[in-house]
């Protein structure tokens, strides 16, 4: 529906906002090394003390993100209708009184709109909905019913088509999954820092980061001046730059045409660059740390190719959940999920919204040695594939069942070694596809990390994606990408993320 025009600028402006800004900010140069190796944080042992309690009093606000929210989807739709709509003349953001008393009383659909504009674009545009609340001061779930309303109003008032189904999923839910871990990460920029208040740079940062929160704090300034607490959380920080050495493409797509059957696109660019940012927040086993509100533990993974600016988006957070310990090596938490995937290896693609039962824990092997992990699973509703679709439409909707396996093992100060498996099954279940089919995809990744000198390191990592895609009008499709990369990496820690909670952690 809206962003098409500007999803390539959007997508050249993220990696260079997470590159460039997210790093230096969350490095552990501007840390204690003592207190990192008990437990990493992006913080120091002071932080800033704002002019107002964030989120009580005159910082909160229902007013102010319903007053955002309309505003900003106000010039989003001036946009489209004099700027994007000029050129393709479809009439789209024409909304007037009886497109919207239409809309309010017609029903739902699925819509039609490309891939890139329904499972990122949409998701970002809820997670500014989200952070237009958060940061007026509201609590996460107040903040996704804004999301939700805000999602409803743009369907019903915002176009003239129909209002979707699905876009209401991915930017309500999705964009709320996704504005979290925004906004906790812009948090984290204003909240480091040595003195007692965040400087230009830090707002500039957390404002890339999170626009609704940079624009909230410049347009209000002292009204909503204080700072998110993050309750000194554990967290690790990656950042990466690398280069496929070896690519391998399988596919038995196209190679028995049907006549007069569309042939799928299957170009492929093997020599492509790559830039990545992760980030664990929350890790379990830091002492006195609580996971009382949501998002209180989650993971954030972007990734940037040249050849594929938007490689993946992919964040899971904690809604729900308590810690628990096993005897005196093993720290983890379980709960609730909500989680936002957004995977394209160029030549098919996957994107989730979803709710999933899991737990991440670490576990003290020896002294020196951790194993890290995580397992989830879980039911959301998603996209994927590559198929023959009307008009822009070339992929398919319905139910995803979904499962994730991680583990990581840590090697003292040293070595680590990662792998990551994720299963998404696409059915036929609350799907428009009138005759059915289903997707079954499949992501595995392996990296083995060696520091090198002080936060510096580098990464070989193999990635692979498989697709098994079954129709009733088509042959069954496969596909199989695979990747090998060669790459520096910048930690944010030196013991890449382990908590080390046991009696005379500080001395080793």
Do not use: C, M
């Given at each position: 529906m809206p962003l098409r025009s500007r999803m390539n600028g959007l997508g050249r402006l993220l990696p260079a906002m997470l590159w460039c800004i997210a790093p230096p900010v969350l490095a552990e140069e501007?840390?204690?090394?003592?207190?990192?190796?008990?437990?990493?944080?992006?913080?120091?042992?002071?932080?800033?003390?704002?002019?107002?309690?964030?989120?009580?009093?005159?910082?909160?606000?229902?007013?102010?993100?319903?007053?955002?929210?309309?505003?900003?989807?106000?010039?989003?739709?001036?946009?489209?209708?004099?700027?994007?709509?000029?050129?393709?003349?479809?009439?789209?953001?024409?909304?007037?009184?009886?497109?919207?008393?239409?809309?309010?009383?017609?029903?739902?659909v699925y819509d039609d709109d490309p891939f890139?504009?329904?499972?990122?674009?949409?998701?970002?545009?809820?997670?500014?909905?989200?952070?237009?609340?958060?940061?007026?001061?509201?609590?996460?779930?107040?903040?996704?019913?804004?999301?939700?309303?805000?999602?409803?109003?743009?369907?019903?008032?915002?176009?003239?088509?129909?209002?979707?189904?699905?876009?209401?999923?991915?930017?309500?839910?999705?964009?709320?999954?996704?504005?979290?871990?925004?906004?906790?990460?812009?948090?984290?920029?204003?909240?480091?820092?040595?003195?007692?208040?965040?400087?230009?740079?830090?707002e500039l940062g957390a404002a890339a980061i999170s626009p609704a929160?940079?624009?909230?704090?410049?347009?209000?300034?002292?009204?909503?001046?204080?700072?998110?607490?993050s309750h000194d959380p554990a967290v690790h920080t990656a950042a990466a730059i690398g280069a496929n050495i070896n690519t391998s493409v399988d596919s038995n797509v196209n190679r028995n045409p049907v006549p007069g059957e569309p042939v799928i696109p299957q170009s492929f660019d093997r020599g492509q660059a790559a830039v990545d940012f992760n980030v664990a927040y929350g890790l379990p086993g830091k002492p006195g740390y609580r996971y009382e509100r949501p998002f209180d533990y989650f993971h954030f993974q972007f990734t940037a190719t040249t050849s594929n600016l938007l490689e993946n988006v992919i964040t899971r957070g904690l809604l729900y959940g308590e810690a628990y310990e096993v005897g005196d090596s093993y720290r983890g938490i379980w709960g609730l999920y909500g989680s936002y995937d957004f995977i394209a290896p160029q030549v098919f693609r996957v994107s989730t919204t979803a709710a999933s039962l899991g737990t991440h824990g670490q576990w003290w092997l020896s002294e020196t040695v951790a194993l890290q992990g995580t397992v989830m699973g879980g039911v959301g509703y998603g996209s994927g594939g590559v198929i023959r679709g009307q008009g822009d439409r070339d992929y398919h909707n319905g139910i995803t069942p979904q499962g994730l396996l991680s583990f990581r093992m840590i090697f003292g100060n040293r070595m680590l070694i990662e792998a990551t498996g994720r299963e998404y099954y696409i059915s036929d279940m609350a799907s428009d596809d009138p005759d059915g089919g289903s997707e079954n995809i499949s992501r595995g990744d392996v990296s083995l990390t060696l520091r090198v000198k002080d936060l510096h390191g580098v990464t070989l990592r193999y990635v692979v994606s498989h697709r098994e895609a079954r129709y009733p009008d088509f042959d069954d499709t496969r596909q199989t990408v695979g990747a090998i990369s060669l790459g520096y990496t910048y930690l944010g820690h030196r013991h890449f993320g382990a908590v080390d909670w046991r009696p005379g952690a500080a001395d080793r």
């Open positions: 501007e840390l204690d090394p003592a207190a990192q190796q008990v437990a990493p944080t992006a913080f120091n042992n002071d932080p800033p003390a704002p002019v107002l309690d964030w989120g009580v009093g005159e910082g909160r606000s229902y007013w102010t993100p319903a007053a955002g929210i309309v505003g900003f989807q106000f010039l989003l739709n001036q946009y489209d209708r004099h700027l994007y709509d000029q050129e393709k003349n479809t009439g789209e953001f024409d909304s007037d009184w009886d497109s919207i008393e239409r809309n309010f009383k017609g029903s739902w890139l504009v329904n499972q990122f674009g949409h998701p970002y545009q809820g997670s500014i909905y989200h952070n237009f609340a958060r940061s007026a001061g509201l609590g996460y779930w107040e903040s996704l019913g804004y999301t939700v309303l805000g999602s409803a109003l743009w369907e019903v008032a915002g176009e003239t088509t129909p209002p979707s189904i699905n876009d209401q999923i991915t930017t309500g839910f999705g964009g709320s999954f996704l504005g979290e871990s925004l906004f906790r990460l812009a948090s984290l920029v204003l909240e480091s820092g040595n003195s007692s208040r965040p400087g230009f740079w830090r929160t940079g624009f909230n704090r410049w347009a209000f300034g002292q009204r909503f001046d204080g700072v998110f607490r």
